[in-house]
């Protein structure tokens, strides 16, 4: 099993970012993907995460209305997009499958 995400990002205050995971040696559908993010000296935080195979979401609650996570099984590729970013938004952000698997991590930095 092997989870490649994107490179590191820069953004302003109030901009998006769409960070991806691309998935490889498993059955990509059958389990769910999560994000989950780690700031500056803080612990892990779950961001969301799909369902593969139905395209379900769930989001947790701080990041209502400004995250979007979504899937593309024909590349086996999972992205998340968190808008209106804030400087508290800069952390390294994770993709997880199956309690056990995990990217290399994307650094985001939210800086004016």
């Known amino acids: 099993v092997q989870l490649v995400q994107s490179g590191a990002e820069l953004r302003n205050p109030g901009a998006s970012v769409k960070i991806s995971c691309k998935a490889s040696g498993y059955e990509f559908t059958k389990y769910y993907i999560n994000w989950v993010r780690q700031a500056p000296e803080q612990g892990l935080e779950w961001v969301g995460r799909i369902d593969p195979e139905y395209g379900g979401t769930k989001y947790a609650q701080k990041f209502q209305g400004r995250v979007t996570i979504t899937v593309d099984t024909s590349t086996d590729t999972a992205d998340v997009e968190l808008s209106s970013l804030e400087f508290d938004d800069t952390a390294v952000y994770y993709c997880?499958?199956?309690?056990?698997?995990w990217g290399q991590g994307t650094q985001v930095t939210v800086s004016s």
């Open positions: 997880t499958t199956q309690g056990s698997y």
